[in-house]
Each structure stands twice: as C-alpha cells, then as structure tokens.
C-alpha cells in the first residue's frame, strides 16, 4: 500500500513563505506524477500544482508565479514552495500520486493544513 506523509503545513502571515513536503513510501517514484490538490471550508478540491516523473510542472490560475513545485526522485520526495502567500491560500493542502502505468492508481496523503492570517 502507497504511502503518502505530508509536512510543513502551519500559520503563516500575508506575504511570508511554507514549505510543504510529501514522502512517499512503497512506491516506484518514478512511475507517478506527483501533485498537491487543496481544499478550502466550502469548496470543491482544486488543483494547485503537478510535476510529472519527468519534471514537467503545471500550476492552477491562483498561484503561478507564488508556487514551485519540485520532487527528488532519490528521496520520493515532493515539495510544495510556496512564497507571497495570501489569506485566500488557507486551505488543507493534500499531496497526490497518480501512477502513470498501467494499472491507474490514485493515492493521497492525509492533508495538512496551511492558514495565512494576520
């Protein structure tokens, strides 16, 4: 069974930066595309960022520009930096791993949550 550890959720103010990981156990990396979802009180799950096991990223609208996402084969590792934060960030913030072999198979990390407040 795939698993998914997120860490460095926490509270932050306007502006200042987070740094999320995700650890992935009992999993070949590189067979997975690795991105973090994030689901405010009240609304649907949105994707915030992915990178494939090639490196290729994508980011969601609200945060291109403010988040990197980056992974460390060697470590299983996914990392979620995220700068100029803003109160509309606070979110629980879910790591995903999206096996892109056949079989399909979706796995996600428990969540952590990040809230950016004054």
């Known amino acids: 069974q795939v698993q998914l550890v997120e860490s460095g959720g926490g509270l932050a103010q306007p502006g200042e930066s987070l740094r999320l990981s995700c650890a992935a156990s009992?999993?070949?990396?590189?067979?997975?595309?690795m991105s973090w979802y994030r689901q405010a009180p009240g609304k649907q799950r949105e994707l915030v960022a992915s990178?494939?096991?090639?490196?290729?990223?994508n980011y969601g609208d609200s945060v291109k520009g403010r988040f990197t996402i980056s992974r460390d084969n060697a470590k299983n590792t996914v990392y979620l930096q995220m700068n100029s934060l803003k109160p509309e960030d606070t979110a629980v913030y879910y790591c995903?791993?999206?096996?892109?072999?056949?079989?399909?198979?979706?796995?996600w990390g428990q969540g952590t949550q990040v809230t950016v407040s004054s």
């Open positions: 995903n791993a999206r096996r892109t072999i056949a079989p399909i198979l979706n796995y």
């Open positions: 009992r999993v070949t990396f590189s067979y997975y595309a």
């Open positions: 990178v494939t096991s090639s490196g290729n990223t």
